[in-house]
């Protein structure tokens, strides 16, 4: 095992293909992105402050479009049946390299832009996943692209995809299911983050229904014995996945929340709903475990005498990794540099991280670049990134966004990301992301060569939806 995988690295090293010969169009692309800082900051900042959760994406969407097609890009919104989803193009013919941008945010927290916790009142969501950052950057990276391939640095084709709902609501799925991915030859992505490093590690596998169980009404005290209650449902449903945990492979990761759990204690509920989400690094176990937990759903139902019923919301696959593009990438990052701090954002910094109730890293790790990572692990997360890395080779990275240390989906990551701190990460992933497509761009041997590692890895499996043939769930937020 250990042999063979020193002698595909020792292959790899001997192929590697030239990136060099484009430097000072790296350079330039640097100064231009450098240069539109501000412009790029307002864009992210006004989308921090919309924070709409998934599918409702409706102003921020409208923002990165038009940011797009004030300068040049073909937009086609709502593809894939998803209204604020939509695909931007610019040139024409091969190469066709695609950079996928976020801009969903997360409900219930809403949080000022201050080292200490300021809930917002009124307020519904905060982009605690930095996914402002995320769409701001990617569109930046794409605008550049587009100033070389005019400027006939290059030619090819550029496409900027504007994929709503990744926090639970596998909008990119859709876009994969759709076939938008179809003609593209590589695709670039990034995520906010506490580091900077080139994202080899994998993603679980998920797959999330919501159970909905049905009973009959009755006065709790009055005449209960007329009554079923479809909370006892998802007790005794919860229950057994419960107990099931003992018996499922260790990685496994199951949650759920009550969503619906009834009105009044003296009602016998009649209906309620439970929120599941299973996880696995391979999605054939995540399969399997699905259908256990639909059997306790169904147990549950008999004997309780209630019935359910249930919707899937999302499914996404785990993350395949390319090693030949994360290398090319890796080479740009530590060109671009990580993030350093005014005197003021040190202060920021400092104060923030007290609040974390852990020793965190150093503030001057956010300058530092990790070295590419050696293994492939499966990380704790999942990403709807996942199914476009099983229709194209796939590249990503994670910058200093955030004060390190700093976990995503906190009060902390919100405040983070309305600041500096946030602007000045996203712009190394902007740069980094424009600087890996020049490489694409100009070096096809980069492309054959990312090409022959995705088919290898993806072996002879035929893609297949984990979510099946459902319609967006364009209300899963509601
Ligand atoms: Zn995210």
Known sequence: MLCAALFVTATHAQKKPATTGNDPLKTQAMADLQAGYADYK??????????????KEVKSSALLQKTLSDNGFDVKAGVADIPTAFVATYG??????GILAEFDALPGLAQEATPEKKP???????????HHLFGTASVAAGIELKKLIEQKKFT???????CPAEEGGSGKVYMVRAGLFNDVDAVIHWHPGNENAVTMTSALANKSAKFRFHGISAHAAASPDRGRSALDG???MDNMVNMMREHIPQETRIHYVITNGG???NVVPDFSEVYYYVRHPKRETVIQIFDRVVKAANGAAMGTETTVDYEIIGGTHDLLLNRTLGEAMQKNLEKVGGVNYTPEEITFAQKLQTTLGFKAPAIESAAAIKPIKADEDAGGGSTDVGDVSYAVPTVGLRTATWVPGTPAHSWQAVACGGTEIGTKGMMVAAKTMAMTAIDLFTTPTLITQAKEEFLKDKGDYEYKALLGNR?????YRD
């Open 42 to 55: 307002k864009v992210a900042l006004q989308i921090w402050e919309y924070a709409e959760v998934g599918y």
């Open 92 to 97: 024409s013919g091969k190469p066709v390299i």
């Open 120 to 130: 917002i009142d009124g307020k519904n969501a905060g982009h605690a996943c930095g």
């Open 156 to 162: 090819g084709t550029i496409k900027v995809y504007g």
């Open 234 to 236: 998802i007790e005794a």
């Open 263 to 265: 009105k009044a204690p």
């Open 471 to 475: 319609k967006p769930a364009l209300n």
